[in-house]
């Protein structure tokens, strides 16, 4: 299973960006997502979580109501939509799978194995 992340970028307070990152491998449209980050100096820390039907998910409390998870199981592509971004935004963020066939949410990344490269967002105050 290969990830890439791709959509990071430069953004001021307030505006809002979307990841994307494109999973490829045979099952992978079943695997259990999420999205991580990690700022400068700082332990990578849980963002977002999504099940294989997409039908539960799961944030960090610094994102709820801002960030959205969702995914395209038919295209194999997770999305993170990124609103009212504020600059402790600023991180790089990881896409991963777990290889696993359940319902779960997965919020630790000692859960996942398989990681992303990352993708860089900056938001400037």
């Known amino acids: 299973v290969q990830l890439q992340a791709s959509g990071g970028g430069l953004v001021q307070a307030g505006g809002s960006l979307r990841l994307s990152c494109a999973a490829s491998?045979?099952?992978?449209?079943?695997?259990?997502m999420g999205w991580f980050r990690q700022a400068p100096g700082k332990e990578r820390e849980f963002v977002a979580a999504?099940?294989?039907?997409?039908?539960?998910?799961r944030y960090a409390d610094s994102v709820q109501g801002r960030f959205t998870i969702s995914r395209d199981s038919a295209k194999n592509i997770l999305y993170l939509q990124m609103n009212s971004l504020k600059p402790g935004d600023t991180a790089v963020y990881y896409c991963?799978?777990?290889?696993?066939?359940?319902?779960?949410?997965?919020?630790?990344?000692?859960?996942?194995?398989?990681w992303g490269q990352g993708t860089l967002v900056t938001v400037s105050s």
């Open positions: 999504i099940t294989w039907v997409g039908g539960t998910t």
């Open positions: 991963a799978a777990r290889r696993s066939l359940d319902f779960s949410i997965y919020h630790r990344s000692t859960e996942y194995d398989y």
């Open positions: 491998g045979r099952t992978v449209n079943v695997y259990p």
